[in-house]
């Protein structure tokens, strides 16, 4: 086929112990999943799982061992670190049960929810979409994905981000309010799950901003850590 001009080329992850990639379809965010992050954005109590996107091609890859540069984008004053736990579909599927969804997940990452927080707190105040806050060119951070049989028991793992060194955000994914079988049963209610889908499951307390010159660190009990440098 001829096209009019050079397709982009594919967001593709690397895949721990493998010389394999783990090519990105669609990235969905879960919004508010911890419950001490929900009081701390002003809310409370469980509310039905919310779910925002995010372009694949704003996936940035931080292999194992480097230290990434994450340029500051654009417009905000200040830009928040969301870490979380980022679970990577390797069977798609509809209308997928809770009891059937660790049979979809290929295995999992660390990942950053870049935030545009002055702009997804206007866009809030004016009930307009979030895009402009949460679905930037670099908002998506990511580390190599472990295969799930390699990946310990993720359900306990202890997820934290530091900052300079200093720590910003622990908790552990067994706080989750929606679990990962969870997230991916509502999720595949509404859209149909593909081979590629990256689900971002949501952020602990200890969102802030950072400002070029910050070197983030996350960690997932089990994963590669992730470091970036903001530029
Ligand atoms: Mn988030």
Redesign the pocket.
Known sequence: MNYVFTPSPVTAVPVMGSADHFPVHRIY???RNYEEHAKEMGFSGREAPFFFMKPADAVVVIHPGETATLPYPSLTKNLHH?V?LVVAIGTGGRNIAAADAAGHIFGYAVGL?M?RRDLQNEMKKQGRPWSIGKGFDHSAPIGAITPAAAAGDIARAEISLEVGGKQRQRSTVSKLIWTIAEVIEHLSAAWELQPGDLI?T??PEGVAAVVPGDTMTASVTGLQSIALTVR
């Open positions: 965010c879960v919004g969301e979380e929810d935030t971002y949501g952020t």
